[in-house]
């Protein structure tokens, strides 16, 4: 299979339209099995792996930076041209240390945090530096200027930013253009058949700047897949239970609301004789907003279905049934 490619925002970078999210690399799954999955994705096409320096999901400080550990080893294991061969993402904001200073968007700590990445994924730049969330603490211009040194030092080709709202991505842009600083190219927002929020103010500021958009989360934590049932609990090792982090993921889309939207979903996957993963993903790349959505999996065989979705031809009048079940989602989450 061929994955197509397209470009990344407003700026030249050509990227997969699928890209590869490693935050169950070093906890939800080994060393091993994370190396299986980065093959399997690679080998099928995918250039574009994004990871970040908290990860893996659910961890702790202890583990944070073990993703970066493994994909860099990984890199390292394909031989010394490998690293052109693929476009690497990372992020930084999420705490890293025990001090107050190890965490945030200060000029300091992203300063402290790429010099870390790189080490940790041996490599001596990143094609992607992203801010992981908003730091409301530290003024935008701090961080956009010690982005901007990140840059210039060629630590970084791009920058961009995830989890952010609309209005703050759009200040920040205004403040880089009106002071002559990198600017960001692409947002990392969530976005899935679930949860369409983004679609109200943050996909119409993105469309009108061009920034890249890469959506995480388009199978909903795994709840698109169609194998949880109803009544069941979350099941170990899946992303609903691991740490404060399954928390949030059954905070999002364990409940009632959601299991009969991914009742009717599935139907209508049976019906047009697809796998609800593939469909899923399929809607979310129909949005001509898209850039890449990203992918992850606890195993390799994971992938196939989701894979596919880059073959799949979405029919419109699908599409249109699709918008309308959901349209609920572009709201709000579930009620809590």
């Known amino acids: 299979m061929s994955i197509p490619t397209t470009r990344l925002g407003r700026t030249g970078l050509i990227v997969s339209r699928l890209a590869l999210g490693t935050m169950t690399f070093g906890l939800q799954t080994d060393e091993a099995v994370s190396g299986q999955i980065l093959d399997k994705a690679t080998g099928a096409g995918i250039n574009f792996l994004d990871t970040a320096d908290v990860y893996p999901l659910g961890g702790t400080l202890e583990t944070a930076g073990r993703t970066e550990e493994i994909i860099g ?7 010394a041209g490998a690293r052109g061969d693929y476009i690497i993402a990372t992020k930084a904001v999420g705490k890293m ?3 107050p200073w190890n965490q945030g ?12 990445s790189l080490q940790r994924l041996q490599t001596d730049y990143v094609d992607l530096y992203q801010l992981h969330s908003d730091d409301r603490e530290t003024p935008l211009d701090e961080s956009l200027e010690a ?15 995830s989890n952010f709202l609309a ?21 990392q927002p969530r976005y899935s058949l679930l949860f369409r929020e983004i679609e109200r103010e943050l996909l119409p500021l993105a469309a009108e700047e061009d920034l890249g958009v890469i959506p995480y989360n388009p199978l909903a934590g795994g709840l698109l897949t169609g194998k949880y049932r109803r ?16 928390g949030m993921y059954q905070d999002r889309y364990w409940n009632e609301r959601s299991f009969d939207t991914v009742a009717e979903l599935g139907a209508m996957a049976d019906e047009a004789g697809v796998p609800l993963a593939t469909l899923a993903v399929a809607w979310v790349m129909a949005n001509p907003g898209v850039t890449a959505p990203l992918l992850g999996a606890s195993r390799p065989d994971q992938l196939d279905a989701t ?7 979405l029919d419109p009048a699908l599409k249109q049934r699709l918008d309308a079940l959901t349209a609920d989602y572009r709201k709000g989450d579930a009620p809590r």
């Open 73 to 79: 080893r990984w890199l390292k294991a394909k031989g």
């Open 231 to 246: 009544g069941d609990k979350p099941q170990d090792h899946t992303r609903f239970t691991l740490g404060t982090a399954g």
């Open 307 to 313: 894979i596919a979705a880059a073959s799949y031809t």
């Open 97 to 99: 240390g025990p001090h």
């Open 147 to 161: 982005l901007d040194v990140i840059v210039k030092s060629g630590r970084a080709r791009y920058i961009g930013v």
């Open 105 to 116: 968007a200060s000029r300091k700590h992203l300063l402290d945090a790429i010099d870390a």
């Open 167 to 187: 209005y703050r991505l759009a200040r920040a842009l205004g403040r880089a253009d009106l002071r002559g600083l990198t600017r960001y190219v692409c947002v």
